[in-house]
């Protein structure tokens, strides 16, 4: 293995042949040496790239989901830096202060505005990678699991069920996102109405501060853990592990999948009912088009039996049509296959593969709806998906669980009085070519359901983050800029989210387009 005394060298000859010296060029050979300095373990050379690596666009783009920053015009990092341990980690942060980079960190690559490993507003910047960083145990007895932030939601979910068939965890249904970005951001699944989001059910964290101290909750303080569990990624510092809490799941759960036709009723009353449904009950709505129509996907879970599932359909929704041999009978860890799109009956084992075959150039939007969207709007909407040629509409229904949390208790804000969320998603595949036409595509859809959802703020989900709401400006951050989006996203909790980043972070160190303002004192 060769380790960071041989690519110091490797760096000094390619800078002594250099024709000139550039800045970007030694931010490289000066992080790098910085890193051997600070770190309590040795770096192999497998951790560091740089554009002069033939593996660094692999390495960038390896997990890199939307393709839209794939684009040779988009900006690239100064180096990738892939630490093995917490002192690495430790090490990055405190040379990424000395050299004077900005960092972005990416756990899993899901960032839908490639947030975590792209920057928009400054140059130069390198990439802290966490893949490694991915270690899971789980301890039955005390209903809890340690994850670092580079393991995958899969990989939690398979080491749950490794130990026991009757818990699990509330986190979100794709199986390719890592743990370290969907639970900054809150982290919402089939079992919300249950237990709440991902971020709900954490109960403690170690994280390296400003400083490259590690902490955990009791040393981090109560606000700070307050702030990362659902403030979004990038603002505090660099999560390194959550200790979860797990859930208890039946030993039978029901999974379903109809398939229906446009119809605006049937909408309307799955609006009526979805979050007012027994809690053990989660049907999210699937919307697109297929030959040439638009058709609707109601894809649910339920903890219990089919025959208790269906008493309850004809109790609450039986205007949905369900019946017993629609239903399929299954474990929860089978559940989380199914509803990531695979047969119920899929191996377990491709929970830890990685799922990142299928990519494609993409933009979202979120909502959050309070009352039901009339029916002369959804026909609207169907009329528009007709004509996008790739676009999907998700229905995620709140209640139950997410009722009852106080929309303080975390800093995410969406709970009480919250029917569901819209996810607006449209797809492409040539690139630059055709952006344009599907971006005013997707803004237009956002315009016209302005009067449909929520308002004063129009809320949105902070891990879909949208940059159209707004930007953070590097050479002055304002918060009263950045209370446009804040608010959208955090509601009355941007405030509170501004003060604990005034005192962990008032130099603004961990900082992207979107992140947590400092105030200016």
Known sequence: MICISSIIHIFSVILLLSASLTSSVSIPEEFINCLSINSQHSIPSSAIYTPNNSSFPQILLSRAQNLRFSEPSTPKPELIFIPLNESHVQAAVICSKQVGVNIRVRSGGHDFEGLSYVSIIEKPFIVLDLVNLRSISVNIDNKSAWVQVGATLGEVYYRIAEKSNVHGFPAGICASVGVGGQITGGGYGALM????????????????????????????????????????GGSFGVILSWKIKLVPVPETVTVFTLNKPFNTKLLYRWQQVADKLDENLSIRIQMQVMNASVVTSYIALFLGGADKLVQVMQQSFPELGLTRKDCIETKWIQSVLYLDGNPVNTSREILLEPKFSFRFYYKSKTDFVKEPVPEIALK???????????????????????????????????????????????????????????????????????????????????????VDLGLNNKSNTSVVEASVWGVKYFKGNFKRLVRVKTKVDPDNFFRHEQSIPPLLL
Do not use: C
Request: glycine content about 10%; overall charge neutral; cysteine-free.
């Open 193 to 232: 109405r249950k237990y709440g989001l991902a971020a709900d059910n954490v109960i403690d964290a170690r994280i390296v501060d400003v400083k490259g101290r590690v902490l955990d909750r009791a040393l981090m303080g109560e606000d700070l853990f307050w702030a990362i569990r659902g403030g979004g």
């Open 380 to 466: 609207e909407v169907e009329k528009r998906l007709l004509e996008e040629d790739f676009a999907v509409i998700v229905w995620t229904p709140y209640g139950g669980m997410m009722s009852k949390i106080s929309e303080y208790e975390i800093p995410f804000p969406h709970r009480r009085g919250t029917k569901f969320k819209f996810h607006y998603l449209t797809g492409w595949s040539d690139g630059e070519k055709s952006e344009r036409k599907h971006m005013e595509w997707i803004r237009g859809v956002y315009d016209y359901m302005t009067p449909y959802v929520s308002k004063f703020p129009r809320e949105a989900y902070v891990n879909y983050r949208d």
